[in-house]
């Protein structure tokens, strides 16, 4: 089966620009998950959709990140204006259920602000 | 609030020797634990599961309530297990039921 998919693999802006990060997850998935992953730290769970509601959103900034799931498939996790800070690795992942024990990640979008 | 220690940030053995990855977690419900590696340009993946008790690529993690621990253990250490090891506990439930909460990381190399 396709894996995770995502878009772009890399960016660089300017802090204060806005940024949009794109995940196509395995077919049938319902669960799609982005993870925050800062350099030399584990990832971090930012927001987690069950089809297209929101189930946990308590660890983002949501003064400057958002996220959508339109239609239960696509995701994009969007973060305006940006700071220096969040120079990260935005990891989506999908499982086919929130109780299904393996979750299936995507290569990661790489972001650097400065 | 849940939480995942891995002690070691670089771990290096010789070819053949034996390995352990130490992980602690902190957790007030009954855990659910895994560990997933991360293969040079490759994607995060699940290594193994405490549930399954399952042996994969000759690595096994016992779960030590107790000691609140869930070390990942090989006898002998091959070149291609070099790679960073990530130990996660799940929440088991709440709204943030399914959720991961990952350790900072091991880098194992493995000397020829």
């Known amino acids: 089966e396709a894996g995770v998919a995502q878009s772009p693999r890399y960016k660089i802006i300017e802090k204060r620009q806005s940024v949009a990060f794109w995940c196509n997850p395995i077919s049938g998935h319902a669960t799609l998950y982005w993870y925050q992953q800062i350099l030399g730290q584990g990832p971090k769970l930012l927001i987690q959709f069950q089809n297209n509601g929101v189930v946990d959103d308590s660890q983002l900034p949501k003064d400057r990140f958002s996220a959508e799931r339109l239609k239960g498939v696509d995701s994009t996790l969007k973060i305006q204006p940006a700071k220096l800070e969040d120079s990260a690795v935005y990891l989506c992942?999908?499982?086919?259920?929130?109780?299904?024990?393996?979750?299936?990640f995507g290569p990661g979008t790489r972001l650097l602000v400065l | 609030a849940q939480r995942v220690t891995q002690p070691e940030k670089l771990l290096s053995v010789f070819k053949g020797a034996p390995v352990e990855l130490k992980c602690n977690y902190s957790?007030?419900?009954?855990?659910?634990l895994f560990w997933y590696v991360q293969y040079s340009r490759q994607r995060l993946q699940l290594l193994l599961r405490h549930i399954s008790r399952e042996s994969i690529k000759g690595f096994t993690a016992d779960l030590n309530k107790g000691e609140t621990s869930f070390h990942l253990k090989k006898p002998f250490a091959q070149e291609e297990d070099s790679a960073m090891y990530y130990c996660a506990l799940k929440n088991a439930g709440g709204t943030s039921y399914g959720k991961l909460t990952f350790g900072q990381g091991t880098i194992l190399t493995v000397h020829p």
């Open positions: 957790y007030s419900g009954s855990p659910e």
């Open positions: 992942a999908s499982s086919p259920r929130r109780s299904q024990e393996t979750q299936y």
